[in-house]
């Protein structure tokens, strides 16, 4: 792809706010249309504006078609992170970059092929917080008599859990992490190839593998959560959920949070105290987090 043909996006790189842009050209046997609407360049353009995320534009020159995507950084940060947008991902790692302000894109690929250490805590505490989510609605569906629903639900728990095991290899996990894991682990890969392919019935098979992954879970959950104790430990005063999302380090993971903080209390691994708050009720007191 000759980038010359993108000149007409330079006056983006003149808008205030823009990050750099990047442009993902599919071609030969490796292009499949359909995966990305058909058309075969995905220019991402990315900006520091979260108003102007989710905003398209569709072009044309001569017989190329363009999709132009806008993306705030953290929205970008975050799929990386969770691996959640594949087609972000990999256009990301794998395009042209048209511009890049103050090398933030070169840094964030580097970060990301080096597997960082703050990246791997971020994706393990990710992973881990899914796992366990996941863990809760196998066990909720199951006591409701919904077989195929917690099916289902301990399904994505294993796949979770394997992701987990691939990080603690010091390895980003990948999307296929079953052919990655094969010999990597094979107690995991086990109850995966038990619980899709045994001969018990659907139910037996889900309570099965719902025991190993809570057992799992309990053991894991100090180690998984050192993103979050580390903030925790730095911190001279308890700290609020509000204060915690806005972390640098945890601002990613935010969505998880309210879960984790919670199981992480009953478990005794971090501790709560309450405090005044003058714009709450009188009887109201905000919960706050610490570590001893």
């Known amino acids: 792809m000759e980038l010359s043909n993108l000149s007409f996006l330079s006056e983006e790189s003149d808008n205030q706010g823009v990050v750099g842009a990047i442009a993902y050209s599919h071609s030969g046997e490796h ?20 108003s102007l995320h989710n905003k398209i534009r569709h072009s044309i020159i001569g017989e190329l078609r363009y999709q132009i995507v806008y ?16 087609s972000v991902t990999e256009a ?6 048209l511009w890049d302000r103050d090398e933030k894109i070169h840094l964030l690929r580097d970060s990301v092929l080096a597997f960082a250490s703050k990246m791997r805590k971020q994706k393990m505490f990710y992973e881990y917080s899914c796992f366990l989510n996941t863990c809760i609605e196998a066990k909720r569906w199951l006591a409701d008599g919904q077989v195929i629903d917690a099916y289902q639900s ?3 728990s294993l796949k979770h859990w394997a992701k987990i095991v691939v990080i603690e290899r ?10 990655q894991i094969r010999d990597m682990d094979r107690a995991v890969y086990k109850l995966y190839d038990e619980l899709i392919a045994s001969e018990e019935t659907l139910e037996q098979r889900v309570e099965l593998t719902l025991l190993a992954c809570e057992f799992s879970v309990m053991s894991k959950m100090e180690g998984c959560s050192e993103l979050l104790l ?3 430990r730095k911190s001279n005063h308890p700290v609020s959920l509000a204060e915690l999302m806005m972390n640098p380090d945890l601002m990613y993971c935010h ?9 992480l209390v009953h478990r005794s691994i971090i501790k709560e105290t309450g405090s005044w708050i003058p714009s709450l009720t009188e009887s109201g007191r ?6 001893n």
């Open 92 to 97: 990301f790692m794998d395009g042209d970059i």
């Open 255 to 263: 969505e998880e949070l309210p879960l984790m903080l919670r199981k």
């Open 71 to 86: 993306m705030d950084w953290m929205k970008l940060n975050r799929d990386l992170i969770t691996g959640e947008n594949r």
């Open 170 to 179: 010091g390895t980003p996990p990948e999307q296929a992490v079953w052919a």
């Open 31 to 50: 292009f499949q249309g359909s995966l990305m609407q058909d058309f075969e360049v995905y220019v991402l353009i990315l900006h520091e504006d979260s």
């Open 230 to 232: 580390e903030v925790l």
């Open 154 to 156: 301990i399904l994505k």
């Open 286 to 291: 905000e919960i706050r987090y610490f570590v």
